[in-house]
C-alpha cells in the first residue's frame, strides 16, 4: 500500500518536473494589449500588467506590450517589445472599409487627452460639437468593421448612435472612442506580430484582443482585473458591460483575480465556471524598513486610506468611521491619498464635520511619496464597496502596516490572518481601527502570522500560474 | 483478573462574552450575552442534558448498582442550571441521590488559574468543593484539573488539598510505552493516584462514532464491548473520560449514541470479569503499578495535548497575563461582584476562543468559536479587560478617598468632644467661682 502511494507520488513529481521543464525550455510569445502602464498610472491595472510582463520576461518568455501610447520603460528589452498605438499610422489605412475621411476626423480626437484613465467623471463637462461629429464617425466605422456584432444583438449600437447626438456625459464618449481606435489599430498588430497567444487586459483591450484572434487565430485570454459591477454596482454602464460580455463570450479562457471576481462572472455574466480560471494578483514584497510611526504629526498616529476617491473604494466610510474615532479621542489622524469624483463631497463633509484638522488630503502621489505615507501609517483601511482584488492591501502589509480590508474584496480569500469588516459596518471599522492602534500584540501578532503568506502571494507565482494556462491553450 | 470500565463525563458551559466594542468602554459595564447563554444553554439542555440523564438514571436503576459513572460540573455550568434550566439541576441531583454518581472537584469558574496564582487555584477550588457538598450533598475525594491540565505540580497541590485521585490525559507524550490501562502514582507524592485517559477508545465514541467514513463506521455497542474485552488481562482499567454533550449535542440524536449508551451495560457486563467503576472505587481497589513523571503540562486539548490551544500565542499570553495582573486589586477591594466578574473572565473558553492554530482551516476550534476570527475574539475581551481595569481603578479611587475622609470626621469629633469638654470646665469653674462669692459674701 506504501508502495503504491509512493509510486503515484512519484509520477506527480516526475509530471510536475517534465511540465515545469517544458515551460521552462519554452520560449512562449505573447501578444499582450495593456492600457495602464508604469509610469502612467492609475490604479491597479498598469502595476498588474508591468509586474505579469516583468515576471514573464524573467521565464524568458517574449513579450510584445501594446499600449495606446508608447512610454519609456525599464523593461528587460531583450524580450519585452513595447508598441504605441499612436504611432501606428501606416498599417491602418489597410483595414477594409476603413474610409479615409473618417480617420482625419478620427485622428482629431486622439490629440484630446493624453493622460487615459478607464475612470474618467465626466460629469457636467461640456464638449464641444467636434466631438458629436467625430462621435458619429466612429459609429460609422464600428458598423463597417462588425465590431459590435453582439453588442448590435441587444441595441447598444442604437445607443451608441444616439449618444452622439445627446450626450450622457457619465464616461467620456471620447473614452468609446479610444478603445474602438486602440481596438482597430492594436488589432491589426496581430497580423505583423509573431505570437503564441493574446493576452488582453480589461474591457479596454479586449476587443483588440478579440481583433487579433480573428486575425491570427491564436487563442485569446481575457484577464479581468475589474468589473463594472465593482464600478458602479447595480447602475452599469451598459455599453461596457455589453463590451465585457462580449468579451467574455469570445476569449478561449478567462483570468479572474479573485474568486470573487469569478464569482461576479458566472453570477452577472452568466458565464460558465469552467472557462474562468482565479488567478490572484500578487506583490514584490519589500524587507520591512523602519517604521517611522508616529512621526508624522508628534507622536500622533496615522490611519490611512489610499485609493481613488470614488464610490467604489468606499471613502465615505472611512471618513464616517473617523469621525467616531475623532469623538473619543483626539491623537490620532486620518489621510486620503489619492484622487477621483468624490473630491469635492468629501472635503465638504470633512468641512461640515469640522474635522479638517484631523482629516487630510493629499491628492494623486507619486510612487517615492507613496512609500513614505506608508511609512508613516499605523493602521492601512480598505473600505471597498466592491474590490476585485486590492493589492495595496499586499504592499501596506509589506511594509509593516496592519490592515482593515472589506469583506467584499478579493484579497479578503488570501489572507485569512487579516482583520476584515462589512464595508458598511462603519461602527465595527472604528472598534478596529481602536484595537488596532492600542493593542500593540495583536499588531504584531497579526503582522507575524501574514509575514509568511505574503511571501507565497509573490508575482512570480502569478506568472506561473498563467504560463500554465498558456501551455494549455497552446 | 477484574478489568474496570471508568467512565467520566465533564460538563460545562462558560459565560459568553457580549459583543463589546472600544466604544463601549466607560459607558457600560455589562460584559455577559445572557441571552446568547440562555438560547445555547436550553438548547443544549433539550439535545443532552435531559435525554442523557434520564438515560443514566434508567440504566443506574436498571442494573441496580453494577452501573456507574462520574461527573464534574464546574461552577459556572451549575450557575447557569439555577439560572436558565432547574430541570436539569434536578436531574443532576437524582443522580447524586442514587448513590451510583460519584461527583469531582476543579476550579468553580473552569480557569486557567494554577498556572498562575496558586492562591487563586485553592480559592477556586475550595469554592467548587463547597458548591458540590451544598448542592448535591457530596463530599469529594477526586480532582480534575480544566481540560485535564496536569503536571507533577497539580498532583502534588491536589494532594495537598485532600485529594485521593487525580485524571490527567493518557498521552504517549507521558506514558512513552506504558499503558493507560492502570494506576499510577505522581512523582513526587505519597498518597494520590493517577488515573490516564485512554483517548483512543474514547475519541471511538466522542469524535469518530458518526464519521462515515470511519473504516469502524458504524459502531455498535456490541462492538465496542468486544473491543473493550478484548484488552482483557492486558489493563486493570479502561478510562473513558469525555464531553457529556457527547450524547445528543456533538454526535446527535439521530447517529445514535443513545442507543449506543442504552445497549453499552449490557454487553460489557456479558464478560464476568469486567465491571463499571468510579475513579474513587478504583483508587480503592488498585495499587499505582508505576511512578509516572510528569514535569511539563498535558491536556486533551488539540493534537498538540498541551498548553497551546490557551496560551500558545501571543494574543492569548497578553490577555491572560493582564487579567490575572488585576488579582491584587480586586481582592483588594472586597467586593464579592466585582470578584465574581474578574473570576468569569478567566474561564478558559475566552482564550480558546483566541486560538490562531487552526484560523485558516475549519475545525473543532473554529465549531466551538462564536467569533469570526481569534482576532475579533482578542479585541472583544481586551476591549472588556480595558473598562473593567477602569472600574477596580475608579474603585480603589473612592475606597481610598472614603478611608480619608473617614479619618477627618473622626477628627471633627473628637474636637467637637474637647470644645464640650472645656465648655464644660468652664461651667464647673464659674459654678465654683459662684459659691466661693456666695461663701465670701455670707461671711
Given amino acids: 500500500m506504501l508502495t503504491l502511494v509512493k509510486a503515484f507520488l512519484l509520477c506527480g513529481a516526475i509530471r510536475n518536473f517534465i511540465n515545469s521543464t517544458a515551460s521552462f525550455l519554452t520560449t512562449m510569445k505573447i501578444l499582450m494589449y495593456g492600457w ?29 506590450v501594446v499600449l495606446p501610447h508608447a512610454i519609456e520603460n525599464f523593461l528587460d528589452k531583450k524580450r519585452v517589445s513595447i508598441i504605441g498605438c499612436d504611432a501606428i499610422t501606416s498599417g491602418v489605412k489597410d483595414v477594409p472599409g476603413l474610409q479615409h475621411q473618417s480617420w482625419q476626423e478620427f485622428q482629431g480626437i486622439q490629440s484630446f487627452s493624453t493622460l487615459l484613465s478607464p475612470y474618467l467623471h465626466l460629469a457636467g463637462m461640456e464638449y464641444r460639437v467636434k466631438i458629436n461629429k467625430a462621435a458619429l464617425a466612429i459609429a460609422a466605422i464600428i458598423e463597417q468593421l462588425r465590431l459590435f456584432t453582439a453588442i448590435a444583438s441587444i441595441d447598444e449600437l442604437s445607443v451608441l448612435r444616439s449618444t452622439a447626438v445627446a450626450f450622457t456625459g457619465q464616461y467620456g464618449i471620447n473614452l468609446l472612442a479610444e478603445v474602438c481606435h486602440y481596438a482597430i489599430v492594436a488589432g491589426t498588430l496581430a497580423s505583423v506580430v509573431p505570437h503564441d497567444i493574446i493576452h488582453a487586459h480589461d474591457w479596454l483591450t479586449i476587443l483588440a484582443g478579440i481583433e487579433a484572434k480573428k486575425r491570427s487565430g491564436k487563442p485569446l485570454i481575457f484577464h479581468v482585473h475589474a468589473l463594472e459591477p465593482d464600478r458602479s454596482g447595480d447602475l452599469v454602464d451598459t455599453r461596457i458591460f455589453a463590451i465585457e460580455k462580449y468579451g467574455m463570450e469570445q476569449a478561449d479562457k478567462i483570468v479572474a483575480v479573485s474568486e470573487y471576481t469569478k464569482n461576479i462572472i458566472v453570477d452577472k455574466y452568466g458565464i460558465s465556471a469552467d472557462k474562468i480560471v482565479t488567478i490572484h494578483n500578487g506583490t514584490y514584497g519589500k524587507d520591512i524598513v523602519d517604521k517611522e510611526s508616529g512621526k508624522a504629526w508628534k507622536g500622533h498616529k496615522m490611519v490611512l486610506f489610499l485609493g481613488r476617491l470614488a464610490q467604489q473604494k468606499g471613502p465615505m466610510y472611512f471618513i464616517e468611521a473617523a469621525r467616531k474615532i475623532l469623538a473619543q479621542r483626539q491623537d490620532v489622524h486620518f489621510v486620503l491619498v489619492g484622487s477621483g469624483g468624490l473630491w469635492d463631497e468629501l472635503i465638504r463633509r470633512v468641512a461640515e464635520l469640522r474635522l479638517g484638522k484631523y482629516i487630510h488630503f493629499t491628492g494623486f502621489l507619486e510612487h517615492e511619496k507613496i512609500n513614505h505615507i506608508f511609512r508613516l501609517a499605523d493602521v492601512y483601511v480598505m473600505p471597498s464597496v466592491s474590490e476585485p482584488f486590492g493589492i495595496s492591501c499586499l504592499e501596506a502589509l509589506s511594509y509593516g502596516v496592519p490592515v482593515i480590508i472589506s469583506k467584499q474584496s478579493g484579497v479578503a480569500e488570501v489572507l485569512p490572518h487579516v482583520l476584515k469588516v462589512d464595508f458598511w459596518d462603519v461602527d465595527e471599522m472604528s472598534n478596529k481601527i481602536m484595537a488596532l492602534l492600542d493593542y500593540v500584540t495583536l499588531q504584531r501578532v497579526i503582522l507575524q502570522c501574514t509575514d509568511g503568506k505574503l511571501k507565497e502571494l509573490t508575482w512570480e507565482k502569478t506568472a506561473t500560474a498563467l504560463v500554465d494556462l498558456y501551455m494549455q491553450l497552446v | 483478573m477484574t478489568t474496570n470500565i471508568c467512565i467520566y463525563f465533564q460538563v460545562h458551559q462558560p459565560d459568553r462574552l457580549r459583543k463589546y466594542s472600544y466604544f463601549d468602554i466607560g459607558h457600560s459595564h455589562n460584559y455577559e450575552d445572557e441571552k446568547v447563554n440562555r438560547e445555547i444553554f436550553l438548547k443544549i439542555v433539550n439535545k443532552c442534558y435531559l435525554p442523557a440523564c434520564s438515560l443514566l438514571l434508567r440504566l443506574i436503576e436498571q442494573y441496580q448498582g453494577v452501573f456507574k459513572v462520574a461527573f464534574s460540573l464546574s ?45 487563586e487555584f485553592t480559592e477556586q477550588v475550595l469554592l467548587h468543593k463547597k458548591m458540590i457538598e451544598q448542592e448535591f450533598g457530596y463530599v469529594a475525594t477526586t480532582f480534575r484539573n480544566t481540560e485535564l491540565i496536569y503536571n507533577n505540580d497539580v498532583a502534588k497541590f491536589a494532594e495537598s ?46 469524535f469518530r462514532f458518526s464519521d462515515r467514513s470511519w473504516s469502524e463506521y458504524p459502531l455498535l455497542a456490541e462492538k465496542y464491548a468486544y473491543w ?108 464579592p461582584q466585582l470578584l465574581h466578574v474578574w473570576r468569569l473572565l478567566q474561564t478558559s473558553d475566552h482564550f480558546y476562543y483566541m486560538c490562531i492554530k487552526y484560523a485558516s482551516d475549519g475545525d473543532v476550534h473554529k465549531y466551538f468559536n462564536p467569533y469570526n476570527s481569534p482576532y475579533d475574539a482578542y479585541i472583544n475581551y481586551q476591549n472588556i479587560l480595558v473598562d473593567f481595569s477602569q472600574e477596580i481603578a475608579r474603585k480603589k479611587e473612592e475606597m481610598s478617598v472614603v478611608a480619608a475622609s473617614n479619618g477627618i470626621t473622626s477628627l471633627a469629633t473628637s474636637e467637637q468632644q474637647l470644645q464640650v469638654q472645656s465648655s464644660q470646665r468652664c461651667c464647673w469653674f464659674a459654678n465654683i467661682l459662684k459659691q466661693l462669692k456666695k461663701l465670701f459674701f455670707e461671711c
Fill in chain 1, 36 to 64: 495602464e502602464f508604469p509610469p502612467l498610472l492609475s490604479g491597479g491595472l498598469g502595476v498588474a500588467c508591468h509586474a505579469i510582463v516583468q515576471e514573464l520576461a524573467r521565464k524568458h518568455h517574449d513579450v510584445t
Fill in chain 2, 75 to 119: 461552577g459556572v455550568f451549575v450557575e447557569q442550571c439555577q439560572r436558565f434550566s432547574s430541570e436539569a439541576l434536578d436531574l443532576f441531583k437524582k443522580l447524586a441521590a442514587t448513590g451510583c454518581v460519584e461527583f469531582l472537584n476543579e476550579t468553580y469558574y473552569h480557569s486557567l488559574s494554577f498556572l498562575f496564582s496558586p492562591a
Fill in chain 2, 161 to 206: 488539598l485532600g485529594y485521593r485521585t487525580i485524571l490527567a490525559e493518557g498521552t504517549e507524550k507521558i506514558l512513552g510505552w506504558r499503558s493507560p490501562g492502570f494506576v499510577y502514582r505522581p512523582h513526587g507524592c505519597q498518597q494520590i493516584k493517577l488515573l490516564l485517559r485512554d483517548y483512543r477508545l474514547t475519541d471511538d465514541v466522542a
Fill in chain 2, 228 to 335: 473493550l474485552h478484548s484488552l482483557h488481562g492486558k489493563t486493570e482499567t479502561i478510562n473513558l473520560f469525555m464531553d457529556f454533550e457527547t450524547f445528543g449535542e456533538h454526535q446527535w440524536h439521530d447517529t445514535g449514541i443513545f442507543e449506543f449508551l442504552e445497549k453499552l451495560p449490557e454487553y460489557v457486563l456479558k464478560h464476568p470479569e469486567y465491571c463499571f467503576a468510579t475513579p474513587a472505587e478504583i483508587s480503592q481497589r488498585l495499587d499505582p503499578i508505576a511512578e509516572l513523571d510528569v514535569p511539563y503540562p498535558v491536556s486533551w486539548a488539540d493534537m498538540e495535548r498541551d498548553l497551546t490551544a490557551w496560551y500558545g500565542n501571543d494574543l492569548q499570553r497578553d490577555a491572560l497575563h493582564v487579567v490575572y495582573a488585576l488579582e491584587r486589586d480586586v481582592k483588594a477591594l472586597n467586593d
